[in-house]
């Protein structure tokens, strides 16, 4: 404990002897928290080339009722499922 009491002793006096520097570093540490994230994020910003759409999103409330994963419908999957459920694999038993 006494190490402890002479460590805040000695901060104190140092505080005591520079006010000037331990509220200006406080000042500048507090100022680049707050200004310096913002401005390297909007120097490093890249410009907006897409727009992301979720069409499956509409069909959220659905999926989520649902007991069973609602698959997309789409053209490819409709022919691949009637191909798959007409075709059969070749067998390695002779």
């Known amino acids: 404990m006494r190490r402890v009491s002479e460590a805040l002793r ?10 000037g520097v331990f509220w200006s570093v406080t000042a500048a540490v507090a100022a680049l928290n707050v200004f310096l994230p913002v401005a390297v994020l909007s ?11 979720n069409p499956w999103l509409k069909r959220l409330p659905d999926y989520l009722a649902s007991s069973v994963p609602i698959e997309p ?5 409709l022919r691949k499922r009637a191909y798959s459920s007409t075709t059969k694999l070749p067998s390695n038993s002779e």
């Open 10 to 19: 000695g901060a104190r006096a140092a505080l005591a002897a520079r006010p």
């Open 73 to 77: 419908v789409n053209a490819n999957s």
């Open 43 to 53: 120097a490093a910003r890249k410009p907006v080339d897409f727009f992301t759409f």
